[in-house]
């Protein structure tokens, strides 16, 4: 079945220091591709999308870009700030077998940035 | 803004007593979903409500657990009887979605069960 896989953390770094997190998936098909934010004792809250490849989604300094050939959506941001400090899950929608969309996450980076 | 609700934020009950948590979802929302997600890992789908219709069951252990959505608002999921294993939040979201859309999910903040 499909699937995600993120890289695992946590990672930590400074403030203003450049940041990576690694996604890669496998889909029989064409899925859109999330990333989603959870911020401590919160639920989750999208970030930003990609509906299909090659389209870039992005949201307050945040990027990803949805690369087909090598089933990747890495989230990049430039200039990390503490505020950022969360969990990130990496997702992709699947049709059911009745048809309708769901999603399936990956395990989820914990990133914590530090003064 | 809207956004999804959810009660109790915390629960803590004894390993075979019966649970319950409830979900209110943003106003208008025809999708309604409860995950399960456990400490470290991502959330994953028990069950997916279009309107009051349950459309993907098929990670719901039927033998301790059920959902209701009898008006096609707001829902609850029960679990009875809980077990150690169940210790984890449980998450639920809603989305305008009509069948195969993939609109966006709104998630509420969770319940946090503790099964002793």
């Known amino acids: 079945g499909d699937s995600v896989t993120q890289m695992e953390g946590p990672v930590t770094l400074s403030e203003e220091a450049f940041l990576t997190i690694n996604c890669t998936y496998t889909a029989t098909g064409y899925p859109s591709l999330f990333w989603y934010v959870q911020y401590p004792g919160e639920g989750l809250q999208l970030l930003l999308k990609?509906?299909?490849?090659?389209d870039k989604g992005s949201n307050k300094g945040f990027e990803a870009t949805y690369r087909k050939e090598t089933t990747s959506f890495h989230l990049e941001k430039g200039s990390v700030q503490v505020s950022d400090s969360a969990v990130y899950f990496c997702a992709l929608s699947d049709r059911t077998s009745g048809g309708y969309n769901k999603l399936i996450f990956g395990a989820g980076t914990r990133l914590a940035v530090h003064p | 803004e809207a956004e999804v609700a959810q009660s109790p934020r915390y629960k803590i009950t004894e390993k075979s007593q019966a649970v319950a948590f409830w979900c209110d979802p943003i106003?208008?929302?025809?999708?309604l979903y409860w995950y399960r997600q456990i400490l470290g890992q991502g959330p994953e789908l028990l069950v997916q409500f279009q309107d009051e219709s349950v459309v993907d069951d098929s990670q719901l252990p039927k033998d301790r657990f059920s959902a209701e959505r009898l008006k096609g608002v707001d829902s609850t999921l029960k679990i009875q009887p809980a077990e150690l294993g169940d210790s984890a939040m449980y998450l639920c979201?809603?989305?305008?979605?009509?069948?195969?859309?993939?609109?966006?999910?709104?998630f509420g903040p969770g319940t946090r069960l503790t099964v002793t």
């Open positions: 979201a809603s989305s305008l979605g009509q069948g195969g859309l993939p609109y966006e999910q709104y």
């Open positions: 990609a509906t299909k490849a090659d």
């Open positions: 106003s208008g929302h025809a999708t």
